[in-house]
T-cell receptor, first 113, second 114 residues
Framework: AQKVTQAQTEISVVEKEDVTLDCVYE???????LFWYKQPPSGELVFLIR??????QNEISGRYSWNFQKSTSSFNFTITASQVVDSAVYFC??????????FGTGTRLQVFP | DTEVTQTPKHLVMGMTNKKSLKCEQH?????MYWYKQKAKKPPELMFV???????INESVPSRFSPECPNSSLLNLHLHALQPEDSALYLC?????????????FGEGSRLTVL
């Protein structure tokens, strides 16, 4: 069975702080995809990144960076120099050769000015 | 602005009503999805259409009836709903079905069943 755990329910930071959102996944499959989505108060989910199980390279996109470690089954997400606009719920998700995304329970990030 | 448009944004209905949620995308995507999201919970997949054919039904009760009239439109017909069906219903699309591409989500239709 597949599972995604986001242990941090809520995180509050002050603007310009760095923040890391944790994601731990479980699957017995050797081929899978991992995702991060952002859900702002407006409701839509915004795709941030997709990573397949054979690509463990870390990725940086502006203030966002992702650390994928198969040894610990983790796919953590770091926001550098956080901004108020980063306030949202962030979901980590797993997919194993199906159309079904298995979401974690989400982490609510609040960035205060 | 999201490229997946959902209407209505808010809907209140009684348990005996019949209503429909609509979703439209003009990105040429051939896969469309319905997700249900309860408050403070992650989205849950309901249906997947691939090339206008229903490919996945996640054992959704028959009071929810999806329809894909063409590759740009996706409807969700609602009939005899229960109060526990109150949720945010999210539509999404992707270039093709499968996990190789990103999903584009609409802002959702917030449904309240009285």
């Amino acid at each position: 069975a597949q599972k995604v755990t986001q242990a941090q329910t809520e995180i509050s930071v002050v603007e310009k702080e760095d923040v890391t959102l944790d994601c731990v996944y479980e699957t017995r499959d050797t081929t899978y995809y991992l995702f991060w989505y952002k859900q702002p108060p407006s409701g839509e989910l915004v795709f941030l990144i997709r990573r397949n199980s054979f690509d463990e390279q870390n990725e940086i996109s502006g203030r966002y960076s992702w650390n994928f470690q198969k040894s610990t089954s983790s796919f953590n997400f770091t926001i550098t120099a956080s901004q108020v606009v980063d306030s949202a719920v962030y979901f980590c998700a797993l997919s194993v050769y199906t159309d079904k995304l298995i979401f974690g329970t989400g982490t609510r990030l609040q960035v205060f000015p | 602005d999201t490229e997946v448009t959902q209407t209505p944004k808010h809907l209140v209905m009684g348990m005996t009503n019949k209503k429909s949620l609509k979703c439209e995308q003009h990105m040429g995507h051939r896969a469309m999805y319905w997700y249900k999201q309860k408050a403070k919970k992650p989205p849950e997949l309901m249906f997947v259409y691939s090339y206008e054919k229903l490919s996945i039904n996640e054992s959704v009760p028959s009071r929810f009836s999806p329809e894909c009239p063409n590759s740009s439109l996706l409807n969700l017909h609602l009939h005899a709903l229960q109060p526990e069906d109150s949720a945010l219903y999210l539509c999404a699309s992707s270039q093709v079905a499968g996990n190789t591409g990103e999903l584009f989500f609409g802002e959702g239709s917030r449904l309240t069943v009285l």
